[in-house]
Nanobody
């Protein structure tokens, strides 16, 4: 059974940093893309960052140069390092992958940026 479990959310002050982790299980994810999405209050879910199997990355314009996505295939884990956090980064962050045409999502981890 495929499972994605996120860790690392919490409350942080503006300008602070957090690192999110997503542990994938149930399959070998080394050849699969892994992504981070987020849903802010009252808004639709949006793609934040993605990393391909060859570690090529893509980012939303709003987080480029502040967030870094990277993966450890040996641990089936994808990370999202976030710095210079802004109040508008407040959201539930979700890990995502697509396997054989089916989308899999974690339950999400809440990040709150507030003083």
């Amino acid at each position: 059974q495929v499972q994605l479990v996120e860790f690392g959310g919490g409350l942080v002050e503006p300008g602070g940093s957090l690192r999110l982790s997503c542990v994938a299980s149930g399959r070998d994810f080394s050849l699969k893309p892994l992504d981070w999405y987020r849903r802010a209050p009252g808004q639709q879910r949006e793609l934040v960052a993605g990393v391909a199997m060859d570690s090529r990355t893509n980012y939303a314009d709003s987080v480029r140069d502040r967030f870094t996505i990277f993966r450890d295939n040996a641990k089936n884990t994808v990370y999202l390092q976030m710095i210079s956090l802004l109040p508008e980064d407040t959201a539930v962050y979700y890990c995502h992958t697509n396997l054989d045409g089916m989308d899999y999502w974690g339950k999400g981890t809440l990040v709150t940026v507030s003083s």
